[in-house]
């Protein structure tokens, strides 16, 4: 197999960017010095995270240099995500770390009071040379496709700037802003979005590049952009809840309300809930166009030595075929192992990134550190997992999951918490409710609020909320509109819409009636009544940006 250089500065998540690069054909070898750099052929830059402590590692580590002298002398070079945002002059991120200045213009913050800031998920990345007339692409990119983002910070796009000065440019546009989403220039191409977590369009893309297909022409109905087209799309989110069952297995379960045993066994409950085998059923939802697979361990694996822990193995083999991006949730925490050795959470985190993970989804853990930060009068530890691991790999890796529980009462001054006046009293006739956060799967309630949690969690650095409902899981009747709405008001990062999905217009409810970034849909996919595609066709009816599977050419 023909050979391609990675430089992995950080110890960062590029499992998914090595399958993606031996999926399309080629091997991949490591850059592990700056004298490497010398005998390179074909260079990738990938990047997560931090624009400020990427650029200094690269500088403190010999490397800034050699990168550039690569790029002079003409052979191929790929930036991916801050690996296209080290190609610019500097960023809002870190004023004080100057970029490679090959693009004159600086990353700036995405107007967070607009949209929801970081932009994840799946939107455009559009040659500004194409037009209704035909055109022509560069590397794969097709103005059909989307791509997956993670981002908070971007170059924002004036027409021809670039362009004047001989660079290919692919735009996106989030809410009102439109930003440079490909750039390309004789021997340099680079992409804000992910390749290899952008299915199909990534992999083309990527193979393009490796196989120094530059210029393609594109067919009329490819060249026809439409407004319509544009823009990041609406995520459908397969979640699969994974345990152990009685047999010992790992089994895909879902329950009702979190309890996951079959009604219809002994009086104690039933055996565990048997849906499928994880890691084809992963495939299979990628594959019906899911736009990100989210794994969550209900159960936490406690005689295992951690390095040993199943469900490592499932997104190694996961990571292989699926490519759009991989959530892991369930026992991020400081662990002691069965050796007694301390673990911190970053390195339990820093497992499962190597094993192809691209986020990490933190629960009871998150609420003891919300409690935490309240009772030290609001200040950060800098200790907690969640402060750990988004230093180490950027906000965009850390997701928390929240199970929240309605507890009602008959008036707002019944409660410290904060209510909502609910459309849906209890049999009691009380209309007022808060929602309390739960841990250990719903088992224990705290004395915190939805609220407050997620503004303490988005404070300390999550990057996105994955939104449960305890009163809505394995439901079918919609997901609680009420919930995601307050929720949504509290803070700015992306929420997960989650619990109750239980046919394709409770997504268009859910799209249309709040603000939600992404919904979720875990029961009525695993029992086979709708895939995801039948729910991207229904919204796709009624006029919603989706982003279809594309299949392999
Ligand atoms: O606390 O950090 O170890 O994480 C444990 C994780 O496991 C948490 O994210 C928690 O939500 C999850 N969890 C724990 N117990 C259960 C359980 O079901 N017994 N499942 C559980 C959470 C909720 C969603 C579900 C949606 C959609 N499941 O994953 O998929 O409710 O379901 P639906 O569409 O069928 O209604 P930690």
Redesign the pocket.
């Known amino acids: 197999m023909p050979t391609v250089h990675l430089l992995d500065y950080v110890a960062g998540n590029v499992r998914s960017l090595v399958n993606a690069i031996n999926k399309v054909g080629y091997d991949v070898e490591w850059v592990r010095s700056p004298g490497d750099l010398r005998d390179v052929e074909s260079l990738i830059l990938p990047g997560v995270g931090h624009f400020g402590h990427c650029l200094s590692q690269l500088s403190s580590g010999g490397y800034l240099e050699p990168i550039k002298q690569h790029i002079i002398s003409g052979k191929p070079f790929m930036g991916i995500c801050v690996g296209l945002q080290a190609l610019f002059e500097g960023s809002e991120e870190n004023v004080n770390v100057p970029g490679l200045g090959v693009v004159p213009v600086r990353m700036q913050k995405f107007n967070a009071e607009t949209k929801s800031v970081p932009h994840i998920g799946w939107n455009s990345a559009t040659n500004t040379r194409v037009g209704s007339s035909g055109g022509q692409s560069f590397y794969g990119l097709n103005p059909s496709s989307k791509y997956y983002y993670v981002h908070s910070y971007a170059a924002l796009y004036e027409p021809d700037v670039l362009e004047r000065d001989g660079w290919l440019v692919a735009t996106a546009k989030y809410g009102e802003e439109t930003f440079i989403g490909a750039i390309a220039r004789d021997n340099i191409f680079a992409t804000q979005f992910h390749p290899e977590k952008s299915g199909q369009a990534g992999l083309r893309t990527l193979r393009a590049f490796l196989n120094g297909d530059k210029l393609q022409t594109l067919t009329p109905e490819d060249s026809i952009r439409t407004e319509e087209k544009i823009g990041l799309t609406r995520r459908i989110i397969a979640?699969?809840?994974v345990?152990t069952n009685d047999a010992g297995d790992l089994v895909v379960?879902?329950?009702?309300?979190?309890?996951?045993r079959e009604k219809d066994g002994a009086s104690a409950g039933g055996q565990v809930r048997n849906l499928g085998k994880p890691v084809d059923m992963a495939k299979k939802y990628y594959e019906q166009g899911a736009d990100e697979v989210?794994f969550?361990?209900?159960?936490?694996f406690r005689n295992c030595p951690v390095a040993d822990l199943p469900m490592l193995e499932i997104l190694r083999r996961t990571s292989e075929t699926v490519f759009v991006p991989l959530t892991i949730?369930?026992?991020?925490?400081d662990t002691v192992d069965t050796d007694g050795t301390h673990i911190p959470a970053l390195d339990v985190a820093t497992m499962y990134f190597k094993s192809g993970a691209d986020k990490v989804?933190?629960?009871?853990?998150?609420?003891i550190a919300a409690e935490e930060f309240y009772q030290a009068g609001r200040m950060l530890s800098g200790k907690t997992a969640i402060e750990t691991i988004s230093k180490a790999y950027g906000n965009q890796a850390v997701v928390v999951?929240?199970?929240p529980k309605r507890v009602y009462v008959a008036k707002p001054e019944d409660t410290t918490h904060h209510t909502i006046e609910t459309k849906y009293p209890n049999a009691a006739g009380q209309s007022y409710c808060w929602y309390q956060c739960t841990?250990?799967?719903?088992?224990e309630t705290r004395d915190i609020d939805v609220c407050q949690l997620a503004k303490a969690v988005e404070a300390m650095g999550a990057g996105e909320l994955?939104l449960?409902?305890?009163d809505?899981?394995?439901?079918?009747s919609g997901f609680d509109l009420e919930l995601i709405n307050l929720v949504k008001d509290a803070i700015t990062i992306p929420v997960i819409a989650?619990?109750?999905?239980?046919v394709p217009q409770h997504f268009e409810e859910v799209f249309k009636k709040t603000t939600t970034d992404a919904a979720?849909?875990?029961?009525?996919?695993?029992r086979g009544e709708f895939t995801v595609g039948d729910v991207k066709n229904y919204l796709g009816s009624k006029d919603f940006l989706v982003r279809r599977f594309e299949p392999d050419i």
Request: proline share 0%; charged share 20%.
């Open positions: 979640c699969l809840d345990r379960t879902k329950g009702d309300q979190y309890d996951v989210t969550l361990n209900i159960t936490s949730g369930g026992g991020i925490r989804s933190i629960g009871s853990d998150a609420v999951s929240v199970d841990i250990k799967g719903g088992r994955l449960n409902c305890i809505k899981d394995g439901s079918n989650s619990s109750g999905a239980g979720l849909g875990a029961g009525m996919f695993h």
